[in-house]
């Protein structure tokens, strides 16, 4: 009998030490994984934002499509004006660097060539997974939220603005759910948004609220 209740009690301290310890890392893992999926996030709405800025680079406006965008990124191109040539030292000294250069245009010492060079290249290498660029790291294939829209600010003038953001119900689907309630709760206070996010729609801004 005695044996017995020496193997119960043997097994009632393994049990409550495993919750013990399953107490204390259960935050730690969550945050782990918050961590991990929040960082692949952030890295994939950088790449849209560059997106968007070269998108209004040429178009005078964000984009509110995923499709378009990417077609954008796709088959678009920007043109580069590269200089060949050098600008005499001694014109340099005498003109100065604005008529320098003007005369030496002029006179064909230097010379001017326009090159295309494909956006998507440009910003993110040959490589780079397109595909991707809508799609929220880390869940079953749910896509940015993204608006685009023009206001008018208080000035009276005119801005073009961009949102895109990805909330926590999707991005931390399967985790404990209240850890991600009580996470919620925090980024809210903290940020304004259960989510990440980068740009407003009432503001011209495109800062992310990571930063």
Same mark, same amino acid.
Request: charged share 25%; net charge negative; proline share 1%.
């Given at each position: ?97 604005? $008529?320098? !250069? ?10 001017? %060539?326009?090159?295309? *060079? &494909?956006?998507? @290249? /440009? ?39 961009? $949102?895109? !953001? ?10 404990? %759910?209240?850890?991600? *309630? &009580?996470?919620? @709760? /925090? ?25």
């Amino acid at each position: 009998m005695r044996i017995v209740i020496q193997i119960l009690l043997v097994v009632f301290i393994f049990v409550l030490g495993f919750l013990i310890v399953d107490s204390i890392m259960r935050p730690i893992r969550f945050q782990q994984l918050v961590s991990e999926r929040e960082l692949a996030t952030i890295d994939r709405l950088k790449d849209i934002r560059e997106a968007e800025k070269a998108y209004k680079d040429v178009y005078k406006k964000y984009m509110g499509d995923f499709d378009t965008l990417k077609m954008f990124l796709k088959n678009d191109s920007f043109t580069v004006i590269k200089a060949i040539g050098t600008i005499p030292e001694e014109w340099l000294d005498e003109y100065g660097l604005t $008529e320098a !250069k003007s005369k030496a245009l002029k006179e064909g010492i230097i010379v001017r %060539e326009a090159t295309n *060079i &494909n956006i998507m @290249d /440009s910003l993110f290498g040959h490589d780079f997974a397109l595909d991707s660029l809508s799609y929220v790291p880390f869940t079953d294939g749910k896509e940015f939220e993204i608006d685009a829209d023009e206001i008018l600010t208080s000035s009276n003038l005119m801005v073009q603005v961009v $949102e895109v !953001k990805a909330n926590y119900d999707d991005l931390l689907k399967g985790l404990n %759910e209240q850890l991600i *309630i &009580n996470y919620k @709760d /925090s980024r809210i206070t903290m940020t304004g948004y259960a989510g990440i996010l980068f740009g407003s729609l009432e503001e011209g801004t495109l800062t992310g609220n990571w930063e």
